[in-house]
């Protein structure tokens, strides 16, 4: 079984910068993606980037320049560096780690950690 647990939200000013981590434990397939989602009050969760095991990014356009993520294949952990941050960032972020096995996609949803940015 598969888990993914965040860390390192918080409150933060707009400006500011947050770094998230996501650590995964238990049996993970070598090819998989991992990413971002957040879920913002009244609004449906959105993606927010992914890296692939291999290295490839995507971003949403909304964080593109602003948020990098990255990953350690070797740690099982996904990181999200938040910069410039606004106030239209505050949400719950969560981890997903996704994968694909016999055709078959299974994802795995962390417990979210809380970002707010207000003065």
């Known amino acids: 079984q598969v888990q993914l647990v965040e860390s390192g939200g918080g409150l933060v000013q707009p400006g500011g910068s947050l770094r998230l981590s996501c650590a995964a434990s238990?049996?993970?397939?070598?090819?998989?993606?991992m990413g971002w989602y957040r879920q913002a009050p009244g609004k449906q969760r959105e993606l927010v980037a992914t890296?692939?095991?291999?290295?490839?990014?995507n971003y949403a356009d909304s964080v593109k320049g602003r948020f990098t993520i990255s990953r350690d294949n070797a740690k099982n952990t996904v990181y999200l560096q938040m910069n410039s941050l606004k106030p239209e960032d505050t949400a719950v972020y969560y981890c997903?780690?996704?994968?694909?096995?016999?055709?078959?996609?299974?994802?795995?949803w962390g417990q979210g950690t809380q970002v707010t940015v207000s003065p």
């Open positions: 890296i692939t095991s291999d290295g490839v990014t």
């Open positions: 238990g049996s993970i397939f070598s090819i998989n993606v």
């Open positions: 997903q780690l996704r994968e694909v096995i016999r055709g078959v996609n299974y994802g795995y």
